[in-house]
C-alpha cells in the first residue's frame, strides 16, 4: 500500500483485480463486461486519483479513451456496473461504506437522485 490515503493501482492492476473477483463470469470474449469495467474504472480513478502523476489519473485517462460520460451519466444502483465499482473502492480505497452512498452518504435505501449512483 502507498503511503497516502488510497492505493494508487494501474488500469492494467484493476482490470486483473476485477477478471479474479468474477472469474465465473468473466470470459475473454465477454466485451459487455470488460466494457462496464471500464466505466467502473473510470468512475473510481475520477473519484480517488492524487493528481495527474498518479497511476489512478492515469487510469482516467486510459479509461475515458473508451468511455466518455455525458452530464447526466451516472452508475445505475444495483447494476453490475455499480458491483465493479464497490468492488474496486473495496480493494483499493478500503471503503466498504457502510451502507451509505460513496458520494452523498445517504443510505442507499433513501438515495438521492442527485447523486451519480442510483
Not at 91 to 118: E, K, T
Request: one cysteine or more; glycine letters at 8%.
Amino acid at each position: 500500500m502507498i503511503d497516502t490515503k488510497y492505493q494508487d493501482p494501474t488500469c492494467e492492476d484493476m482490470i486483473e483485480y476485477l477478471k479474479e473477483q468474477n472469474k465465473g463470469l468473466w470470459t475473454e470474449s465477454d466485451e459487455a463486461l470488460e466494457d462496464e469495467s471500464i466505466v467502473a474504472i473510470y468512475y473510481f480513478a475520477s473519484h480517488y486519483h492524487g493528481g495527474q502523476w498518479s497511476n489512478l489519473y492515469s487510469a482516467l485517462c486510459q479509461a475515458g479513451n473508451s468511455y466518455s460520460p455525458g452530464l447526466s451519466d451516472e452508475i445505475g444502483h444495483g447494476s453490475s456496473c455499480d458491483d465493479l465499482y464497490r468492488d474496486l473502492v473495496y480493494q483499493y480505497a478500503g471503503d466498504d461504506f457502510g451502507g451509505s452512498c460513496p458520494d452523498c452518504l445517504n443510505p442507499m435505501d433513501d438515495h438521492s437522485r442527485d447523486c451519480h449512483i442510483q
